[in-house]
């Protein structure tokens, strides 16, 4: 496990602060969808339902979203997104306690909609100020950080919510993306670099780089989000059935280790892998996971493969994306990443719950991880059919550099 890789990574100018501005102003944008929750059970009084319905409306509007602003990024710049991204999160989350229920489901959506694209952004600036042979390094502490940020914000919420109730939380949630949009707009990051900046712009229409490979690449990096969905409601089940409740934050938290391990040992490697490689393996290391019986213990040691991959396997689709996409058209390309995300998530927790109430959840495990397989077999006829027409990511004298490696080999990403 190589410490080098990360050591020049942070001596790269302004890399640092782009990741640690990017953990804190995750951390907000995390809690939200359980502050939502738990705002509409305990602040309004109404069930899980009418708050699942205002969740799937903000879900609904940053999946739709996601793409539009990265599509702006890249014609307009930074700065004029973040500001009015910034000012919609600061006015919805300001005037989300006092909304009342049938206002505040529109509102959400438009919320959405107009979401702050802190995920989206930090990747696409990244891809800017790292050189093509260190982003699997960067992009694998950025799925580290990720990781670090799903477990502060939603825990936050539910103490805020639990401690201080509706009104102080998303008061606090509010200041919060407010606070991580003005530090945004003021690091205003590159989103292409000098190198890219000097070549000639030339306008890539849509369709030469959004071709049936790239959303082969989607389809799995969707696969990468159902799989650990589905993964995250079978524990909680498993572990919820055997009458070990209390053990269920421990047992999470565990499992998120291990990606963080996984994720740090990845990008320490001297090269990397294909997000089908370690997406297909996370699916078929995740399906025997429901035989395991004894404990809670033994489940989460069960997970250990499948899990150190959970890093590895998000980081990769990032990197391979930021490889296949020419730079003009890499914001957009990041928010189409970004709704991949939240539609393998979206759909696999009914299905997962329905799996689950029906078979129990040893089968959510397994259905979990063939679904990964299956997207995995489906992408690789589009996999091999060559590069994209539209030019990878980088400059040209990048990609001359790195053709000789990457582009006879299937397997390397």
């Known amino acids: 496990m190589a410490i080098e890789p990360y050591r020049r990574l942070f001596r790269l100018p302004g890399v640092g602060v782009l990741l ?8 907000p944008s995390t809690a939200t969808g ?25 879900t609904v509007g940053m999946a739709l979203g996601s793409p ?21 999160q600061a006015a919805f989350w300001a005037a989300a306690p006092s909304l009342p229920y049938p ?16 995920f989206s952004v930090i990747r696409q600036c990244m891809a800017a100020m790292v050189p093509l042979d260190q982003r699997r390094v960067a992009f694998s502490l950025d799925s580290m950080f990720v990781e670090l940020s799903y477990m502060a914000g939603p825990a936050l919420a539910v103490f805020g919510m639990t401690a ?4 102080p939380t998303l008061a606090v949630i509010a200041v919060g993306l407010t606070g991580s949009g003005l530090a945004l707009i003021v690091l205003n990051p590159p989103v292409r670099s000098e190198a890219e900046l000097a070549e000639a712009v030339v306008k890539v229409p849509r369709r030469q780089w959004l071709t049936p490979r790239l959303a082969a690449l989607l389809g799995t990096t969707a696969a990468a989000t159902f799989v650990l969905t589905a993964s995250e409601l079978a524990l909680v089940g498993s572990i919820e059935g055997a009458g070990q409740t209390e053990w269920i934050g421990l047992a999470v938290g565990i499992w998120c280790l291990y990606s963080l391990i996984g994720g740090f040992v990845y990008g320490g490697l001297s090269r990397g892998f294909s997000p ?7 699916g078929l290391l995740t399906v ?24 590895p396997s998000l980081s990769s689709t990032v990197e391979t994306m930021t490889r296949w996409v020419p730079a003009a058209a890499r914001g957009e390309a990041m928010g189409l990443h970004g709704t991949a995300l939240l539609i393998g998530g979206a759909a696999s927790a009914p299905i997962a719950g329905a799996v689950i109430d029906a078979h129990g959840s040893a089968w959510a ?29 980088g400059t040209a004298a990048e990609r001359r550099d790195e053709a000789p490696e990457t582009v006879p080999d299937e397997v390397s990403a």
């Open 103 to 118: 206002a505040l489901i529109p509102a959400a959506a438009l919320a959405g909609l107009l979401g702050l694209p802190v």
């Open 365 to 393: 495990f397994a259905v979990a991880g063939l679904a990964a397989v299956l997207m995995v077999l489906v992408a690789l006829p589009f996999w091999r059919g060559g590069a994209s027409r539209g030019g990878g990511g």
């Open 34 to 58: 359980m502050a939502l929750t738990l705002h509409v059970v305990k602040g309004l009084g109404l069930g899980y339902t009418q708050a699942g319905v205002v969740t799937m409306a903000s």
């Open 68 to 88: 539009l602003s990265g599509r702006f990024v890249d014609k307009y710049g930074l700065r004029p997104v973040l500001i009015v991204t910034t000012a919609a």
């Open 20 to 27: 640690l501005v990017g953990l804190l102003a995750r951390v």
């Open 164 to 167: 201080f109730g509706s009104g």
């Open 276 to 282: 089908l490689v370690l997406i297909g393996g996370m």
């Open 288 to 311: 025997p996971v429901g035989l395991v019986s004894g404990g809670w213990w033994w489940l989460v040691l069960a997970l250990l493969p499948a899990g150190l991959l959970c890093a």
